[in-house]
């Protein structure tokens, strides 16, 4: 059975931090390089982090340097780590295997609201 299922979301001050956390089939995250997205209404998901099975990671310039992405094998569970956010951080947040399209199973991710 395919699942994503995301977490940690919530509303935090501009300069905090959040965990997300998400939990996938093994379907989906034991051959797959894994990626945290996000997308605000009326725009398109923009790619966020990437983490390769070895554990190599890419990140989009918005938010390099202050987003850091990990996995737990053993866990089947992708990670997000999200130090000084913005306002502009604000988005729903989403994890999927990389390059995955609106055509792929997503779950229903989770809601980060940064306040100024």
């Known amino acids: 059975q395919v699942q994503l299922v995301e977490s940690g979301g919530g509303l935090v001050q501009a300069g905090g931090s959040l965990r997300l956390s998400c939990t996938a089939s093994?379907?989906?995250?034991?051959?797959?390089?894994m990626a945290w997205y996000r997308q605000v209404p009326g725009k398109q998901r923009e790619l966020v982090a990437v983490?390769?099975?070895?554990?190599?990671?890419t990140y989009a310039d918005s938010v390099k340097g202050r987003f850091t992405i990990s996995r737990d094998h053993a866990k089947n569970t992708v990670y997000l780590q999200m130090n000084s956010l913005k306002p502009e951080d604000t988005a729903v947040y989403y994890c999927?295997?990389?390059?995955?399209?609106?055509?792929?199973?997503w779950g229903q991710g989770t809601q980060v609201t940064v306040s100024s």
């Open positions: 983490i390769t099975s070895g554990g190599s990671t």
């Open positions: 093994e379907s989906i995250f034991s051959i797959n390089t």
């Open positions: 999927n295997k990389f390059l995955a399209t609106p055509l792929s199973y």
